[in-house]
């Protein structure tokens, strides 16, 4: 297993997003497309946490009284939704400008999330019911110390979900040549080269001593924007636990 403690923040990446803090909350800002992405994240966060604890899916707070950690977490575009759920919710993100977002969009609407400026390393000895972290691992230094890192957040009978560009033709094109050509992502943010295809982060998963009981694909429909499926070739979210 990597080691844990090992830092993984690239500061390079640290400071490209931190760049974008000001406007992350703006649907048609820099941050656009993961507000076009969140709807389809949070439906499989929710199917999966129903699935996991044996859940109400028609229940407006299925985590309720569990605490979960939004690893990456920007200015809390998928915090506060977790919150919303009813979890007690910790972010961490690399760029405090981030974090400073995010404190300030919370206090405006009412939200109690604890807010971190650090990487996962930085919460060592912190146990989570539920562990997120969405289009984080490409941008880490050090990847199997990153997942080392998240499994070591986990508390006892936890739920892993993780979800991250495949390395494929079609992502390269798609979130590269066009997402940033085209200015649609902001350039600079993808570095294909560290995409990881599914076998190689379930590999990763594995040497953490965890098991990945379910991955979807994360695709583009014209008529219905960004849905879950069996189409891996953009994206992928998959859900582990401890074996």
Do not use: Q
């Amino acid at each position: 297993m990597a080691n844990a403690t090992k830092a993984t923040i690239d500061p390079r990446e640290a400071e490209h997003f931190g760049r974008l803090a000001r406007d992350w909350w703006d649907p048609k800002g820099s941050s656009a497309m993961l507000h076009r992405l969140n709807p389809a994240r949070l439906a499989y966060i929710r199917e999966s946490v129903d699935a996991h604890w044996g859940g109400d899916p028609a229940a407006f707070a299925p985590l309720k009284g569990r605490t979960a950690i939004d690893v990456g977490c920007g200015a809390g575009l998928l915090a506060e939704p977790l919150a919303r759920l009813g979890a007690k919710v910790t972010g961490v993100d690399a760029a405090p400008e981030n974090i400073g977002a995010a404190r300030a969009h919370a206090e405006a609407t009412g939200l109690d999330i604890d807010y971190v400026a650090g990487g996962i390393e930085d919460l060592a000895g912190r146990r989570f019911d539920l562990v997120v972290s969405m289009e984080v691992i490409e941008h880490v230094s050090d990847p199997a110390a990153f997942v080392a890192g998240l499994a070591g957040a986990l508390a006892e009978g936890a739920l892993m979900i993780l979800s991250t560009p495949n390395r494929t033709l079609l992502s390269r094109v798609a979130m590269i040549e066009l997402g940033e050509g085209l200015g649609a992502i902001p350039k600079g943010t993808h570095d294909w080269d560290r995409f990881l295809r599914p076998e190689e982060l379930e590999a990763l998963l594995a040497d953490a001593g965890l098991r990945v009981i379910e991955r979807r694909g994360l695709s583009f429909s014209p008529a219905r924007g960004f849905v879950t499926g069996g189409n891996e070739a953009l994206n992928y979210l998959l859900t582990a636990v401890r074996t």
